[in-house]
């Protein structure tokens, strides 16, 4: 007798239990949350502490008690046991994550840890990290450690556009960079019939998700940014908000993981690319990528788009201005680490392929 589970190719998609997205939506905080929870844990993104601290307080209203704790900076293994430790000394039954996507990571592996609800509360939209079910773990050194891929989505993610439309458009910017690979890294796990995160392969609906989220950023992108700038939370920046958060995060995280963030991973071996974001890093990755699959035209036409949103097109952009031979080996031997994302790719990839790919970026 066969074994199905073996046999059976299980299709399917995953999102947040909820998203909602509007400006003053924080005000609206307490009324939101009160259904999952009442006396809510927070971590605050360590540079914006004390705004989230007065809006959150006031959006909270009567319906949910709050205790604030400020984020280290980091998503490691020291900082979620400290908070962790933290939240066991206080009765709270909802743990809310307000800041960037490294305050966010470490609120949902806290709340995993206490088993209770987790909010989500973005206040840039410089990556898809606010809706997914993935923790990406750090060293203190900056480097990665390692993904942790967690047994549910956020069960509320709450976007107040008018926040992120007054953060710097720098992270709008990279948001649409760590958007623009969901389409690639979902199309080469749909050629390459890989296994998406959860194990299961992606849904037609996966790849529409993916293909759409494509579509808004390269008609909206130039268009939000330029809005960003103005503090202007604009119909094009609700879009890109929700392309870069919504789409590119259940379209990575239902389509699959490929080679752009597998070469991220192998950059941030780099001292010299700390200083950048992970969508910065990631529009590498994806244009290296469409070097290696030879599709040149393609790769022209993302690098003018990559261009027209301040994205960087060269290696110097994420900071790498003296290319080494061993910081070649260093990026490409950890892009292709046996048994990661690198092997969702249609082709074998290998260091070598990568480091030469780079090397034209340089």
Known sequence: MHDTAQTMKITGARFPGRYIQATGLIARLGVETKSLG?????????????????EMTAGAGDDIALSFHTHGGECSEEEVEKLTALAKDGEIDVVIGA?????????????????????????????????????????????????????RNPDLVLVDTAIVAKAPARYLAAGIGDALATFYEAESSR???????????????????????????????????ADCDNDNASPALE?????????????????????????????????????????????????AMLLIHGQQEEYERVRDFC???RLPTDLSGVGITDLTEDKLARVAERACKPG???????????????????????
């Open 191 to 225: 050629i390459a019939e890989a296994p998406n995160c959860w194990g299961t392969y992606g849904s037609p609906l996966a790849f529409e998700i993916a293909r759409y989220c494509r579509d808004v950023i390269f008609a909206d992108g130039a268009q939000a940014l």
């Open 307 to 309: 261009t027209s949103v």
């Open 239 to 287: 879009r890109v908000v929700e392309a870069n958060i919504l789409l590119s995060g259940a379209g990575f995280e239902s389509g699959g993981v490929a080679g752009a963030h597998a070469i991220h991973h192998g950059l941030c071996e780099l001292d010299d690319v700390h200083h950048h974001l992970h969508g910065e890093k990631v529009a590498i990755g994806v244009l």
């Open 340 to 362: 990661d994302i690198m092997h969702n790719e249609p082709v074998k990839v290998t260091p070598d392929m990568v480091a030469e790919a780079l090397r034209k970026l340089a």
């Open 38 to 54: 009442t006396k809510g844990f927070a971590i605050l993104d360590c540079a914006l502490a004390e705004m989230l601290e007065i």
């Open 99 to 151: 800041g960037g996507g490294k305050a966010l990571d470490t609120a949902k592996v806290v709340a995993h840890n206490m088993g209770v609800p987790i909010v989500i509360i973005p206040t840039i939209a410089a990556s898809d990290a606010p809706c997914s079910a993935l923790a990406v773990v750090y060293r203190t050194d900056g480097t990665v450690a390692y993904d942790l891929f967690l047994p």
